[in-house]
């Protein structure tokens, strides 16, 4: 996988150019949907930007959220929507449990507000309609990749779940059973992406549809945009990583682990 002379425990963003950012950009690639595309470096995410706007007056561009890389899904009239952020947690077994823990629930957030985007760019849809789509979060620390997704199953109630840890292959073996593994593994995520795609795009008919019938009378039902509202806040590292080193998710739950939780303004 990786050119013979590179050495990914060097730096992060070495790690990140030769293993993380080809991956996805195959992924992706494999979707065949010129409206995916895959952003490396650290790229602001637009969701949470938006978020951290409203809440505080005094944003600064300087506060925004950087990932090492994002996802995003162009869906109509230039809006855009993140469907997966990718953060890498110092260079291939270099991790430290507190950085890998403070990303771990930095990513949390971030994922709320790409759940709360939808939400808000579709505030007439079926909650049902959100309720079928996940967002997803790349963690890649020490020599495994963590795929995690979110989802809304109901209201005040969002699910992050493990969808697959693999180890990252640092040379191709014949046999190797890692390679094989981690193929599958990214071939699953290509799946997922695709299908959250397409449950967007019904998400977007069923607003547009609602939006027509009560143009001119009043909507009978509680907006998307009322009911799917988290609490969303902006982790720093230098305030907000001291005492995380024991925080990382762990389960034996047959290589997946799901939490569910409770976050309401």
């Not at 996940?134 to 620390?141: D, T, W």
């Not at 609602?210 to 009043?218: D, G, M, N």
């Amino acid at each position: 996988m990786f050119h013979p002379n590179a050495d990914p425990s060097h730096s992060e963003s070495g790690y990140n150019s030769l293993l993380p950012h080809p991956t996805l950009r195959a992924v992706v690639a494999a979707i065949s949907n010129q409206q995916f595309q895959f952003v490396p470096g650290e790229e602001q995410l637009v969701a949470m930007s938006v978020q951290l706007k409203r809440r505080l007056p005094m944003f600064s561009e300087r506060e925004a959220y950087n990932a090492d890389g994002v996802v995003r899904l162009t869906i109509d009239k230039g809006f855009t929507t993140e469907l997966l952020v990718l953060e890498t947690s110092r260079a291939y077994n270099k991790a430290e449990k507190t950085k890998s823990a403070y990303d771990h629930h930095k990513a949390m957030f971030a994922l709320l507000a790409m759940v709360k985007a939808l939400a808000d760019k579709y505030p007439m849809a079926y909650f049902e309609n959100i309720a079928a789509i996940k967002v997803f979060f790349l963690h890649v620390y020490d020599d495994k990749m963590r795929l995690w997704s979110m989802s809304t199953p109901r209201k005040d109630v969002y699910i992050m779940r493990r969808e697959f840890s693999v180890h990252v292959p640092i040379c191709i073996e014949e046999r190797d059973p890692h390679v094989v593994k981690y193929l599958k593994a990214f071939w699953s995520l290509k799946d997922l992406l695709k299908k959250s795609g397409e449950s967007i795009m019904k998400m977007q008919q069923a607003h547009k549809h609602a939006a027509r019938i009560y143009r001119y009378k009043k909507y009978p039902r509680d907006l998307l945009s009322d009911i799917v509202n988290p609490a969303i806040v902006k982790l720093t590292e230098s305030k907000n990583s001291k005492g995380m080193h024991d925080q990382l998710p762990n389960s034996s739950l047959a290589g997946s682990g799901t939490c569910s939780f409770e976050l309401r303004q």
